[in-house]
Structure formats: C-alpha cells, structure tokens
C-alpha cells in the first residue's frame, strides 16, 4: 500500500471512528505500527489529526478531510450524481455550487456537456469555492461570479461578511449544494456554522434547490443547519438511498433522483 493510499485509509478509519489507536490502525491496515506511529506524527504536523499518547484523534470537533483526501470516497457515486445533477441545468441559467467534493463532480459535468459549448454565457456560475472557480474559470463560454470572503483550507470555501455582500446582490436561477448531512425533520446541514451561512444565503437567491449527496449522507444531522428539508426542491442522490428513506423526504414535497 502506498503512503498515500495509507493516509487517506488512516484519515478515514479517523472520522468514522472519532479515535484510533496505533495498534488498531496497525492491524487494520497489515502493517508496522512503527509506520502508524510515522504516518500519525506525519498527518499531525500538516494538522490532519491531532495525536494522542498511543494514536490519534480527530482535528477538533468540525473536523474535515481537505478535499484531496475526500474526492475518492464514494467516487462512482459522486459521479452518477453530479452528471443526474447537470442534467438538470438549462443552458443560459445562473447556477450557484457551494463547495464540496460532489458539487466540485457537478462542475466537472457541467464543463463537459455538449450544448454548453457556446453561448452569451452558456452558464452562469456563481461560487465561493476556489477550486470550482479555478477549474472552470478556463471556460470562456461560462461566466463565473467568484464571492469574496476569508477563504477556510479545508473545503477551499470563501466565508464571511465580504461573501455575504455578493450574495445578498445577487439571484440565481439554481442552487446546488454539498452538504454533510440530510434529513427529512432536520434539514440540510454542514460541520462548519460559516459555511452553513453562506450555503443557506445561496439558498435564499436561488428559484430551486437541489441537493446532491451520496446516500450516506441520508438520514444524518450536522452540527450546523443550512436550510429545512422543505425548503429543497430535488435531492440527487445514489441508488444506495433505501425506499423508505425516499419516500419520506417524498413526503416532504422534495422530489427525489436516485441514480
């Protein structure tokens, strides 16, 4: 196993478990727990994990893997998502993306699609994450609205008063969000309370909402709301989503695309 995949099975095993001990780790990845004990003083110096005497915890209680480390889970799904999720886009809307590894999918969907190759713009994407905008900022027939803010290194989203002031400027025609956790009774919700601001503010602009998540985000809460399950128009999600689970949030007037 390469260092990489290593760290990124480390990180992983991290936030399902809350805690890891270098034993446990050791024999869940088959190897030395001199290389787990190397690998955890090496992830806490990048602040990925905070170590502990005899293994490691999680960075703090709003703990998030940076984007690297989290693009390859639920990758096939993301995809299936993302694509479901740009089918839904008209040609010469405004469509607002929060930031996330899903939506970051969604971009890459939307670059791709055969009649978006032209237009007075073709789309108009209006974003607070820095890698969404980086990525399709080499897309002349796309014009992208970058919101100001202080930007936060784990999920590369802007935050903040100075995005809030190009928000509250502006509507747009869909908003796509990323988010951690969805449920029928609590809503839409993400780790960190600045990013849940600027997501339900995008919400606010937008005409529709679409949510897009893998189903393991389904049926969970967060520590910060972003909007009520109400207020989404279309969840896109994997057909890993139970029958029960949809048709609650069917219940709940969200239309519901598994794929």
Same mark, same amino acid.
């Given at each position: 196993?390469?260092? &990489?995949?290593?760290? $990124?099975?480390?990180?992983?095993?991290?936030?399902?478990?809350?805690?890891?001990?270098?034993?446990?780790?050791?024999?869940?990845? /088959?190897?030395?727990?001199?290389?787990?004990?190397?690998?955890?003083?090496?992830?806490?110096?990048?602040?990925?994990?905070?170590?502990?005497?005899?293994?490691?915890?999680?960075?703090?209680?709003? #703990?998030?893997?940076?984007?690297? #480390? $989290?693009?390859?889970?639920?990758?096939?799904? $993301?995809?299936?998502?993302?694509?479901?999720?740009?089918?839904?886009?008209?040609?010469?809307?405004?469509? *607002?993306?929060?930031?996330?590894?899903?939506?970051?999918?969604?971009?890459?969907?939307?670059?791709?699609?055969? @009649?978006?190759?032209?237009?007075?713009?073709?789309?108009?994407?209006?974003? =607070?994450?820095?890698?969404?905008? =980086?990525?399709?900022?080499?897309?002349?027939?796309?014009?992208?609205?970058?919101?100001?803010?202080?930007?936060?290194?784990?999920? #590369?989203?802007?935050?903040?008063?100075?995005?809030?002031?190009?928000?509250?400027?502006?509507?747009?025609?869909?908003?796509?969000?990323?988010?951690?956790?969805? @449920?029928?009774?609590?809503?839409?919700?993400?780790?960190?309370?600045?990013?849940?601001?600027? =997501?339900?503010?995008?919400?606010?602009?937008?005409?529709?909402?679409?949510?897009?998540?893998?189903?393991? $985000?389904?049926?969970?809460? /967060?520590?910060?709301?972003?909007?009520? /399950?109400?207020?989404? =128009?279309?969840?896109?999600?994997?057909?890993?989503? *139970?029958? &029960?689970?949809?048709?609650?949030?069917?219940?709940? *007037?969200?239309?519901?695309?598994?794929?």
């Amino acid at each position: 196993m390469s260092r &990489d995949a290593r760290w $990124k099975a480390l990180l992983d095993l991290l936030v399902e478990r809350g805690r890891l001990d270098v034993e446990e780790a050791a024999a869940d990845l /088959a190897v030395s727990a001199a290389t787990i004990r190397r690998d955890f003083d090496q992830l806490a110096e990048q602040q990925m994990l905070v170590r502990t005497r005899g293994g490691a915890v999680v960075h703090g209680v709003s #703990y998030e893997l940076p984007l690297r #480390y $989290k693009t390859a889970r639920h990758a096939s799904e $993301k995809q299936r998502i993302a694509k479901a999720v740009a089918e839904l886009v008209a040609p010469g809307e405004a469509v *607002g993306l929060t930031g996330g590894t899903t939506t970051t999918e969604v971009a890459r969907a939307l670059a791709v699609r055969s @009649d978006l190759t032209s237009g007075t713009p073709a789309l108009t994407i209006v974003t =607070n994450a820095l890698n969404i905008a =980086n990525e399709l900022a080499v897309r002349p027939q796309f014009k992208i609205v970058l919101t100001g803010g202080v930007a936060r290194p784990q999920s #590369y989203e802007l935050v903040g008063p100075l995005a809030d002031g190009v928000l509250s400027q502006i509507t747009v025609d869909v908003a796509v969000l990323g988010v951690v956790a969805f @449920d029928v009774t609590h809503g839409a919700a993400a780790h960190d309370e600045a990013e849940a601001a600027i =997501n339900r503010l995008l919400c606010e602009r937008a005409e529709r909402v679409v949510v897009a998540a893998d189903s393991s $985000k389904l049926g969970q809460r /967060a520590f910060a709301r972003i909007c009520s /399950a109400q207020a989404v =128009n279309t969840l896109v999600t994997d057909a890993g989503a *139970g029958a &029960d689970m949809v048709r609650r949030f069917e219940e709940a *007037g969200v239309q519901v695309v598994a794929v």
